[in-house]
């Protein structure tokens, strides 16, 4: 319920008055009350796991509010596997060119 209710903030689903539910969500993650959330508290939420170094704009390794209720708006960078082609969906763009083979025999 809760990555729901996260997954609708981030999408834009959540109307901008119901702001609260971003808000309620923050105060599930943050456990000791400190009015941010650590890297730690939110370690069982891949989706803010995996955005948090990004959203966390001054580095100083919490998420304040402000911070939580941008989370939507951080791009993912999605590393390739090795030799894998970058694909568009990935940011990838156009695929490579393909190098002419050498002429034979001469």
Sequence with gaps: MR???LLL???????????GA?????DTLDLNGD??????EAAGDEVVVTRFDRAD????GKL???EFANLGKVKVRVAKK???????AVGGGAPKKKEK??????
């Design 57 to 60: 704009r001054n580095k100083d």
């Design 9 to 19: 903030g981030l999408a834009g689903v959540a109307r901008a008055d119901d702001g």
């Design 35 to 40: 009015g941010f959330v650590s890297l730690s």
């Design 22 to 26: 971003i808000d309620r969500y923050f």
């Design 101 to 106: 083979a050498p002429a034979a025999g001469g």
């Design 3 to 5: 990555l729901l209710v």
């Design 64 to 66: 304040s509010r402000k």
């Design 82 to 88: 090795k030799g894998e082609e970058p694909s568009a």
